[in-house]
């Protein structure tokens, strides 16, 4: 009979990986397992200039209007033109960001806009911008890049924007988005089509995209237009924005009402009233005026 002194060793047993202790498989010791985090820290990597100044009057969803511009600009830890090499190559781009103008509160059950402002559902099966951590995602439009060796401001600026005069390295041009001016940014991904687009999948209370308001100009409202540079620009914009009908939905359900009303696009306050008569409604702009500009 073999003495055990005799026996073949295993060439497995002699590998110098073998000498580290093998985990007792069987042992019921619980297996320690991280904290559950509770609480993080962000940091914002940039602000965006837009040619929404107020949030009256922002489309509710992003591509609603296209001709809506932005730029968004790196802050100085992240103002690195490495840090966006080879985003050119994507069309869209998702924007992570915080409702900042919204209030820290919260409620469970919040009424969208959409369903008449009427009717309540959980806020976590709204994008309402009352909610925890006031987080909001955007998809937006990339139109380039532009960076320079230094921080410079931008070559085409958001006219009327707190960040018009606004240096940096990296300047993100965007369009179709639906972000007030200087809202703060906490991160960039690029869109994937292929792995992000669902046509087929349900859509809750909001299964088509909103009825479309009819706008129309007043005379003096296109005179004001056309002594701008950038006046059928800004017009296209303005028609954008109003075919969304941005007045409070109890109002919007009210054929009376006959008051007036102002939305803040880029440098101007844009005047407009609900019109309706037996061949339809509309919303009319009588007038395109200079607003009050606000400085960092």
């Known amino acids: 009979m ?6 073949p060793v295993s060439p497995w047993l002699t590998c110098p990986c073998s000498m580290a202790p093998l985990p007792n498989f069987t042992s019921r010791t619980p297996i320690p397992m991280p904290s559950l985090d509770t609480s993080f820290t962000l940091s914002t990597i940039g602000h965006l200039a837009s040619d929404y100044p107020d949030k009256f009057g ?13 730029i968004l600009y790196l802050a100085d830890a992240y103002d690195d033109p490495m ?44 994008r309402a911008t009352h909610r925890p951590n006031r987080l909001g995602l955007s998809l937006v439009t ?49 869109y994937l089509p292929w792995a992000e687009a669902r046509g087929d999948a349900r859509a809750g209370f909001a299964p088509t995209p909103p009825t479309v308001t009819p706008v129309a100009f007043t005379e003096s409202a296109m005179v004001q237009l056309a002594q701008r540079a950038d006046g059928d620009a800004l017009r296209q914009l303005i028609e954008e924005v109003l075919a969304q009908d941005p007045r409070p939905a109890y ?21 407009f009233r609900a019109v309706a008569s037996e061949v339809g409604a509309w919303l009319e702009v009588f007038a395109v ?8």
């Not at 998702?94 to 806009?113: A, H, I, M, N, Y």
């Not at 109002?251 to 005047?271: E, F, I, K, M």
């Not at 005026?289 to 960092?296: K, Q, S």
């Open 142 to 190: 990339l139109e380039r890049v532009e960076t320079s060796r230094k921080p410079t401001p931008s070559d085409t600026p958001i006219a009327g924007s707190r960040l018009a005069g606004h240096r940096s390295r990296v300047k993100l041009h965007l369009r179709s988005h639906d972000l007030s001016d200087a809202t703060p940014i906490l991160d960039i991904k690029p």
């Open 83 to 126: 840090a966006v090499s080879g985003l050119e190559d994507f069309e869209h781009l998702w924007l992570q960001f915080v409702f900042d103008r919204s209030p820290e509160r919260w409620s469970t059950r919040v009424r969208p806009p959409r369903l008449g402002g009427n009717r309540r559902i959980g806020v976590f099966a709204s």
């Open 289 to 296: 005026e200079p607003r009050d500009l606000v400085t960092p």
């Open 251 to 271: 109002h919007a359900s009210d054929p009376t009402a006959t008051r007036d009303y102002g939305v803040c696009l880029r440098d101007v306050n844009v005047r």
């Open 2 to 7: 073999m003495r055990d002194d005799e026996r």
């Open 58 to 70: 922002i489309p509710r969803q992003p591509g609603l209007a296209p001709s809506a511009r932005a």
